[in-house]
C-alpha cells in the first residue's frame, strides 16, 4: 500500500499572507489541527489571462498547526498589555509564524515508510507532494496530507472494521503458517468469505498468531471444521462481543 490509496486529497490550505485570525478560524470552523501554506502559480501552458483553480498549481511553503499559533499567543501575552494582546497576535502574518515542514512524503511512498516517519518524529501529518518544472526550476507541488487519522481509517477498512461479519484467531505455534493454510483452504471449501488476513508480530520477529476477518455472522460450520482438524484458535463473536477459545 503506498501514499496515494490513503492520503487526503480535498484540502483547506492558507497563503503566507493571511493573518493569524484568518486562520485560527479556518481551524475553528473545520475542526483541524494543521493548515497546508501554499502559493499559486500558473500550470505550464496555462494562458496568462486564466486564473480558473485547475490551472493553477499550490507550491507548499510551509506547514500551520494549532500549536504554532498558540505559541504566537503565548509570546504575545508576554510582550503586551492585555489591552493589546488581540491585536498583536491576530495580526501577525502566517508566513512569520509557520514553519518550513521540511519532512515530506510523495504519492508513492510506501504506507509502513511514512507511518514510521509520523512516529519517529512524533508528527501529526506529512504533507504529501510532487515536484514539477515550474519557471523554469523543480518546484514542490502539494498534492495532500497524510495525517494520523488517515493511518488509523486504512487499518480499520484493511482489518474489515466497516463489514459485517467476525474475526477469527488462529493460534501459529512457533510462527508456523501451516494453520493459517490450511484454515484458508477451509474457508475456500466452505465458501466463507476472508475480507482480510494480518500476520504481523507483535513481538519478536515472527508472528504467534493470524487475525482473519470473515464475511459472516454464522461460523458455526467453519469453526467444527477447526475443531475437527485441531487447529486452535480464538474468535469475537458479534453477538455477545466475547472471545471464545478452542
Same mark, same amino acid.
Given at each position: 500500500m503506498i501514499v496515494k490509496d490513503i492520503m487526503t486529497t480535498k484540502l483547506v490550505t492558507i497563503k503566507g499572507d493571511d493573518t493569524l485570525s484568518h486562520a485560527a478560524n479556518? !481551524?475553528? /470552523?473545520?475542526?483541524?489541527?494543521?493548515l497546508p501554506v501554499v502559493r499559486s502559480v500558473k500550470k505550464p501552458g496555462a494562458q496568462p489571462s486564466d486564473y480558473r483553480e485547475q490551472n493553477t498549481l499550490p507550491l507548499l511553503e510551509g506547514l500551520l498547526t494549532s500549536q504554532d499559533i498558540d505559541l504566537a499567543v503565548a509570546l504575545a501575552k508576554q510582550d503586551s498589555s492585555s489591552a493589546l !494582546?488581540? /491585536?498583536l497576535w491576530q495580526e501577525k502574518r502566517v508566513k512569520e509564524v509557520m514553519h518550513r515542514a521540511t519532512i515530506r512524503v510523495t504519492p508513492t511512498t510506501n504506507v509502513a515508510a511514512a507511518a514510521q516517519i509520523l512516529v519517529e518524529r512524533g508528527l501529526n501529518c506529512l504533507p504529501v507532494v510532487e515536484y514539477e518544472n515550474v519557471e523554469d526550476e523543480a518546484q514542490t507541488v502539494l498534492v495532500g496530507l497524510l495525517t494520523r487519522s488517515d493511518l488509523l481509517m486504512a487499518l480499520a477498512r484493511s482489518m474489515g472494521a466497516f463489514e459485517p461479519g467476525m474475526e477469527l484467531?488462529?493460534?501459529?505455534?512457533?510462527?508456523d503458517l501451516t494453520p493459517l493454510a490450511r484454515v484458508l483452504l477451509l474457508a475456500k471449501e466452505l465458501h466463507v468469505q476472508v475480507r482480510s488476513v494480518m500476520a504481523a508480530p507483535l513481538e519478536g520477529s515472527v508472528p504467534q498468531v493470524a487475525t482473519l476477518r470473515l464475511g459472516t455472522i454464522n461460523p458455526s460450520p467453519l469453526l467444527v471444521r477447526l475443531q475437527e482438524a485441531n487447529i486452535a484458535y480464538t474468535?469475537?463473536?458479534?453477538l455477545t462481543e466475547g472471545q471464545s477459545h478452542a
Open positions: 479556518l !481551524l475553528r /470552523q473545520y475542526q483541524f489541527h494543521h !494582546l488581540h /491585536q484467531t488462529i493460534i501459529l505455534p512457533f510462527g474468535y469475537a463473536d458479534p
